[in-house]
Nanobody, 127 residues
Framework: QLQLVESGGGLVQPGGSLRLSCAAS????????IAWFRQAPGKEREGVSC????????DYTDSVKGRFTISRDNAKNTVYLQMNSLKPEDTAVYSC????????????????????WGQGTQVTVSS
């Protein structure tokens, strides 16, 4: 069982920055792949970024490359998504999801693989 809680969403002007946090309950064994997803009104949920259990492997969807950075602090069981140069099209509900795996460097970004989800946090980019 894995519990996830997001925080850090809000309203920001275009070009601004936000940092989202995903706090996970402790997993005593195996590895935890964490990914961020977002869903805008009227659109399908899409994978934004993922990070492996060690933090050594990351991936991003093309539309956020160079603007978003995912990282993790395993001492705090927390994954962060630093979002810079935000655009109105980044407006969405952002959710983190977790996958417990035996593969240390796994970094998946398709919702099909993730059984554990947080409640989501709203990010609105508007002037």
């Amino acid at each position: 069982q894995l519990q996830l809680v997001e925080s850090g969403g809000g309203l920001v002007q275009p070009g601004g920055s936000l940092r989202l946090s995903c706090a996970a309950s402790r997993v005593s064994s195996d590895y935890v792949n964490i990914a961020w997803f977002r869903q805008a009104p009227g659109k399908e949920r899409e994978g934004v970024s993922c990070i492996s259990s060690s933090g050594g492997r990351t991936d991003y969807t093309d539309s956020v490359k160079g603007r978003f950075t995912i990282s993790r602090d395993n001492a705090k069981n927390t994954v962060y998504l630093q979002m810079n140069s935000l655009k109105p099209e980044d407006t969405a509900v952002y959710s983190c999801a977790g996958l417990i795996t035996s593969v240390q460097d796994m970094c998946r970004m398709h919702e099909y693989f993730f059984p554990y989800w947080g409640q989501g946090t709203q990010v609105t980019v508007s002037s």
